[in-house]
Nanobody, 120 residues
């Protein structure tokens, strides 16, 4: 079972920037969808951004114009560039890969989570 390894989290002042990275440490099925999720303290996990093959990236409204998701298909990696960070962006961020369909199912792979903190 492949493991996704995340890096790039940390603490940054409001208005600052961070870039998160995520890469598979083992083999995966061919990936169709790459996404970033986040879980603020005491709240449910929420979808931040995703790229589905042959489609444009999509973003939740609160990060549009500030966050950019990118995908490296050769290296099976994803990045989340976060600019103009706000305190409400503070959360544990998770990367997520979903495979193409094989024998009637898709395979999901998750990162371990990385903390992003933006003090008030």
């Amino acid at each position: 079972q492949a493991q996704l390894v995340e890096s790039g989290g940390g603490s940054v002042q409001p208005g600052g920037s961070l870039k998160l990275s995520c890469a598979a440490s083992g083999g995966t099925m061919p990936i169709n969808t790459i996404a970033w999720w986040r879980q603020p303290p005491g709240k449910e996990r929420e979808l931040v951004a995703q790229i589905i093959t042959d489609n444009n990236p999509t973003y939740r409204d609160s990060v549009k114009g500030r966050f950019t998701i990118s995908r490296d298909n050769v290296k099976t990696m994803t990045y989340l560039q976060m600019n103009s960070l706000k305190p409400e962006d503070s959360a544990v961020y998770f990367c997520h890969f979903r495979s193409h369909w094989y024998a009637g199912r898709q395979y999901d792979y998750w990162g371990q989570g990385t903390q992003v903190t933006v003090p008030s």
